[in-house]
């Protein structure tokens, strides 16, 4: 039967197009995580070219997204869920733009940081694993995702005390590490964004 001129649609797998699109995001922090550890300059570089590799799947996801008329929930909770993930790594992005343009050596505390975002992305990650079939294990990982917002501001706030009680450091190099973690702690935020948004998916579906 055709619907205003056009055939109906099978419905797209939007579940793993997001669940791929979140695997490319925690790959990313997975990587960085090693990179900072080994201070790894190379591997910054691949986490640029992953972070260029989930904005093609989002461009994907959302042109498929445009041109079915059939989705499994919300079109416009499909759009925000796969943009809050993009953001997360759009804030990795900056921080190895940062850790590169300002010449700044790996920190503990920035080892830290980036870690607690890694466990962030696997769950949002393992929650889109399990959304379709298992949504009650989904809503679990969403509200371990959440609870990374609340961990990084402490361990953002504890960073900054730490860098500016440091006599040894000077304004500018202060600034300029300030700028990375405030980028990392905004990435929380964007973990947050999207375990709420998984979360709002399977009050609605269910």
Request: hydrophobic share 35%.
């Amino acid at each position: 039967m055709a619907i205003f001129g056009r055939r109906s649609q099978p419905k797209l797998d939007f579940y793993t197009l997001l669940l791929e699109h979140s695997e490319k995001v925690y790959e990313a922090y997975n990587l960085m995580v090693k990179s900072l550890k080994k201070n790894d300059k190379n591997g910054y570089q691949k986490v640029v070219t992953y972070e260029r590799e989930a904005d093609d799947l989002r461009r994907i996801l959302i042109d498929k997204l445009n041109k079915t008329l059939i989705t499994p929930f919300d079109r416009e909770d499909i759009y925000t869920l796969s943009r809050a993930v993009d953001d997360i790594i759009d804030a990795l992005k900056s921080t190895v733009e940062e850790l590169e343009v300002f010449n700044l050596e790996p920190t503990e505390d920035l080892i830290k940081m980036v870690s607690l975002l890694e466990n962030g992305t696997l769950e949002i990650r393992d929650a889109l694993k399990n959304l379709k079939h298992y949504p009650g294990v989904a809503m679990e990982h969403a509200k371990r995702a959440k609870a990374t917002e609340n961990q990084m501001n402490h361990l953002y706030l504890e960073s900054l005390a730490r860098v500016f009680d440091d006599s040894a450091n000077t304004p500018g190099y202060m600034m300029k590490i300030r700028e990375v973690y405030r980028h990392l702690n905004r990435s929380a935020d964007r973990c947050d964004d999207a375990a709420n948004v998984i979360s709002d998916i399977i009050i609605k579906t269910s």
